[in-house]
């Protein structure tokens, strides 16, 4: 396999995770992924042109680490997951407060924008350390 095969292709656009409210649905989120403006993608949402709009998006962030790599919103999902944060209807979270949701949202997309240490990156660090020893060794 050539190196450029292992090299992410170049997104020619900024994708971003979102999440927005809804008043008919109190207290509750629903975060998404997408690659299209913001616009765009809540008309696909909501495409019918109502009086006295329901929805309001609330965040709006890039979905690219400080690499270059891109993230959807299942990792986000995943995130909050093992939160505590309860999934209600599909996608939507839920919380007592729609502040505390807010802010384990945007703490999810910190989270998966930078990956913490963990015993299992260490343990990966240890082996290549002994690989890179054992190579030499010959």
Sequence with gaps: MAAQ????????????????????YPDTLKVGFTT????VRMHEHYPTVV???????E????????????????????????SNIRCVAGESL??????DLMNSVQSAI??????QS???????LQISVFFCTFVSCF
Excluded at 5 to 13: A, G, M, S
Excluded at 51 to 57: F, H, R, T, Y
Excluded at 70 to 79: C, I, L, R, S, Y
Excluded at 110 to 115: I, L, M, N, S, W
């Design 5 to 24: 095969d292992l090299l992410q292709p170049k997104v020619e656009t900024t994708p971003i995770i979102y999440a927005y409210s809804d008043t008919r």
């Design 51 to 57: 009086p006295g709009q329901s929805w309001k998006v």
């Design 59 to 82: 965040l709006v962030r890039p979905a690219m680490r400080k690499d270059g790599a891109t993230f959807d919103d299942h990792a986000v999902h995943e995130v909050l997951r093992n």
């Design 94 to 99: 839920s919380s007592h407060r729609q502040t």
């Design 110 to 115: 910190f989270g998966t924008k930078v990956p």
């Design 118 to 124: 963990s015993e299992k990156c260490i343990r990966c």
């Design 36 to 39: 299209r403006p913001i616009e």
